[in-house]
């Protein structure tokens, strides 16, 4: 790590957002049958409910919406550097996407951790 | 000229070939759909997780018209992302490059979504 600057930007962090997008692809595929399971549980309140009470449900699910807001972000990310051009309105809407993303992962602990 | 002289037959082929594309445009379409409907997605379990009530009426709105169609499409929207993702990983590794192949495939990814979207609504 030492002596090794990083430009915002730059080539390197392409290539970490590439390897990241398919690794979080790779999860989420993975997770896609578990959470089709997880649905079909859903017969009632009580039942559902209960399903997200466990740590290692909790953590799972976690996971899973990281992987899925991380895929989305670099997804968007791309999308955007093909079709909005003007560098300011780039940036404003990949920070916007940015806190977006920072909101949803809050709102998941919030949803998960308030379960007892 | 040169157009007119090809056999018939690979008009055929002309024909057949934007099926990868439609294959790629929908993935990144439905890739930012999803994207922009997560926020929705997270209200929709928190509000199933709330109370008895709230899971009635998130069971309630996926279950007739309008909240129906929009469930129907986003499991069209992740299973076509899905499919078209698990393609594009093969290619990624070198599996399925070969030109029929990918038509093929992309034909697959095409029907499976659809399929698949019908074996929910059943």
Partial sequence: ?116 | MIRSSRPFFLNLVQIRLPLGGWVSILHRGSGVVLALLTPALLYALALSLQSPDGFAAVRDFFAHGLGALIGLGGVWLWLHHLFAGLRHLGFDVGIGEGRLAARRSALWVLLLAIGGTGVWWL
């Avoid at chain 1, 919406?65 to 404003?92: K, N, Q, S």
């Avoid at chain 1, 809050?106 to 308030?114: D, K, R």
């Fill in chain 1, 1 to 116: 790590m030492a002596g090794i600057m990083r430009h915002a930007g730059g080539a390197r962090s392409g290539l970490t957002l590439w390897l990241l997008q398919r690794a979080s692809a790779v999860w989420l595929a993975l997770a896609s049958p578990v959470l089709l399971w997880l649905f079909a549980q859903a017969s009632s309140f009580e039942t559902w409910r209960a399903l997200f009470v466990p740590l290692p449900v909790k953590l799972g699910v976690l996971l899973t919406v990281v992987a899925l807001l991380l895929h989305a972000w670099i997804g968007l990310r791309e999308v955007l550097m093909d079709y909005v051009h003007p560098l300011l309105l780039r940036m404003a809407l990949l920070l916007a996407f940015g806190v977006g993303v920072l909101l949803c992962l809050a709102w998941t602990v919030h949803i998960l951790w308030s379960l007892v």
